[in-house]
Each structure stands twice: as structure tokens, then as C-alpha cells.
């Protein structure tokens, strides 16, 4: 009977392969272990999924060079697969080590699914809204524990918009000490006050400190995060109440 029961995880488990590939612009490798058996199956039920892949690349532009991640229990309603969906009766937690290369996030940070997130970024400075327009940002991995970011500018402040580039290296957190800024400095235009730079300073602890994130039907938190010399490793905690349709890989 053991036997049989990994039969049948293991056809699930290729065509689950299969039909994600499909849909990923590239990939390298893929692995998928839907740990089911025939009448979990049938009731739209798995025990968990476990995935590792290399190289994978999605709309063209987010590139992951490697990923393993593994969900709990799913719970999936049968007939939405008849119909070419997949709805989910509950909300599926998973848990994932993601691992980027700097070329991933820079490759990233200039796709067109990204900056259509980057808008203007407001800021309250003694009771004066000013205006953060990101043009272009890059992030280099030059070292064990640090991030150095490159970036250009439009800052309008008191009626007027000009141009600034900067560059900034920080050290991510660690058990032992909070996010730490280590330089930052104009290397165009004519610098910015003090005031601005604690408005901004505080912005970025406002969002570095929420329980979690949201995109879609998703909710994710990054528990660790580690530099190395040329490679970002996110350890993240995921909850999908729902499978869009537009990511709807998994229709078997």
C-alpha cells in the first residue's frame, strides 16, 4: 500500500513539474514532492508540497537562483479544478529559503513589473510634504553582512524638483544588532538636510518593522536575511488565502 500511495504521489508530482514549468520562462531545474494519496486526491487534499528549483525566471525579469520551499496542509475545493481554477477552502501557510544573486535584484529592480511599484515616496518634514521620485536604484553585494546601494533621484521639496544620486551601504539585521547605516553620501546635486535624512530614516524603520507584507492574496514576512559576497538568502514566511488566476499553475 506505500508503494502504491507514492505512485501516485509521484505521477502528481511530475505533472505538478510539468505544468509549472510551462508556465516559468526559464527554468533550469525543478523538483516537486506532493505528499497525497488517492482519496486525499480525490477530496482536493495534500499532507504538504515541498519545491526546489535553480534559475528560475517569471515575467520575464525575476530571475530566483534558487529556492526551496514547503507548505503544510492544503485543502483544495475539487470541483474549481474541473473548471480550470483552483480555489483554496483555507489558506495555505509555507515556509521558504530564497536565494538571489546581485545580478537577480538588479535585474529586478529595472523590470517594468518593479517600477511600476516604485511611485514617489512622501515624506513629512517639520510639517512640509516632500517628494521622493526613484528613477533608478541599484544594490551590490560587496561583502559578507553588507549591501551598498546606488541610486538617482527626483527630489522636490519648497516648489522646486532637482536631481540627486547617492550611494548608501548598510548591514542588514542580526540577532545581535538592528539595522545599521554604515555611510551615505550625495554624489549629485547639492545634498539634503538633516531633517530630511531622519524623515527618511525613520519611513524606512516604519517599514522594515511590519508583521508582514501583502501582494495579491499573498502575506509574507522575511524572518532572516543574510548577505553573502555576491548573493542575498531570505528566509520567508508565506500565507496564500487564495491562488490568482493569472498564477494558477497547478490545475492538473
Same mark, same amino acid.
Given at each position: 500500500m506505500p508503494d #502504491?500511495h507514492?505512485l501516485e504521489?509521484k505521477l502528481?508530482?511530475? #505533472?505538478?513539474? =510539468?505544468?509549472?514549468?510551462?508556465k516559468?520562462? $526559464?527554468?533550469e531545474?525543478? #523538483?516537486i514532492?506532493? @505528499? +497525497?494519496?488517492?482519496l486525499?486526491i480525490?477530496q ?11 534559475? %528560475?525566471v517569471i515575467?520575464?525579469?525575476?530571475r &530566483?537562483?534558487?529556492?526551496? *520551499?514547503q +507548505? ?19 489558506? &495555505?501557510n ?6 538571489l544573486t546581485?545580478?537577480?535584484?538588479? =535585474?529586478?529592480?529595472s523590470? #517594468? ?6 511611485q514617489?515616496l512622501e515624506?513629512?518634514?517639520?510639517? @512640509?510634504? &516632500?517628494?521622493?521620485?526613484? @528613477?533608478?536604484?541599484?544594490?551590490f ?5 553588507k549591501?551598498?546601494f546606488?541610486?538617482? &533621484?527626483l ?6 524638483? =532637482?536631481? *540627486?544620486a ?10 545581535s544588532?538592528?539595522?545599521? %547605516? ?6 549629485q546635486?547639492?545634498g539634503?538636510?538633516?531633517?530630511l ?12 518593522n511590519?508583521p508582514?507584507?501583502t501582494w $495579491? ?5 522575511v524572518?532572516?536575511?543574510?548577505v553573502?559576497?555576491?548573493?542575498l538568502?531570505?528566509?520567508?514566511e ?11 499553475v497547478?490545475?492538473?
Amino acid at each position: 500500500m506505500p508503494d #502504491e500511495h507514492r505512485l501516485e504521489e509521484k505521477l502528481l508530482s511530475q #505533472e505538478a513539474e =510539468r505544468k509549472i514549468s510551462e508556465k516559468l520562462d $526559464e527554468v533550469e531545474k525543478i #523538483e516537486i514532492d506532493v @505528499e +497525497t494519496d488517492l482519496l486525499k486526491i480525490a477530496q482536493g487534499q495534500a499532507d504538504g508540497v515541498s519545491v526546489a528549483g535553480k534559475g %528560475l525566471v517569471i515575467q520575464q525579469d525575476i530571475r &530566483v537562483e534558487e529556492i526551496k *520551499l514547503q +507548505t503544510d496542509g492544503i485543502n483544495i475545493d475539487p470541483l474549481s479544478v474541473i473548471f480550470g481554477q483552483i480555489k483554496l477552502n483555507q489558506p &495555505v501557510n509555507a515556509i521558504a529559503k530564497i536565494t538571489l544573486t546581485e545580478a537577480d535584484i538588479n =535585474r529586478a529592480l529595472s523590470s #517594468e513589473l518593479i517600477r511600476e511599484q516604485m511611485q514617489s515616496l512622501e515624506l513629512n518634514v517639520d510639517g @512640509e510634504i &516632500v517628494s521622493l521620485e526613484l @528613477e533608478q536604484i541599484q544594490v551590490f553585494l560587496p561583502d559578507a553582512g553588507k549591501m551598498e546601494f546606488r541610486g538617482n &533621484v527626483l527630489l522636490k521639496e519648497m516648489g522646486n524638483t =532637482r536631481p *540627486l544620486a547617492y550611494t548608501a551601504i548598510a548591514r542588514p539585521r542580526t540577532d545581535s544588532q538592528p539595522i545599521m %547605516l554604515e555611510s551615505f553620501n550625495c554624489t549629485q546635486g547639492n545634498g539634503i538636510s538633516i531633517e530630511l535624512v531622519t524623515a527618511l530614516m525613520h519611513k524606512a524603520k516604519e517599514f522594515l518593522n511590519l508583521p508582514y507584507y501583502t501582494w $495579491e492574496d499573498m502575506k509574507f514576512s522575511v524572518k532572516d536575511l543574510k548577505v553573502e559576497i555576491g548573493n542575498l538568502i531570505l528566509m520567508v514566511e508565506t500565507q496564500v488565502r487564495q491562488i490568482p488566476l493569472s498564477s494558477n499553475v497547478l490545475s492538473l
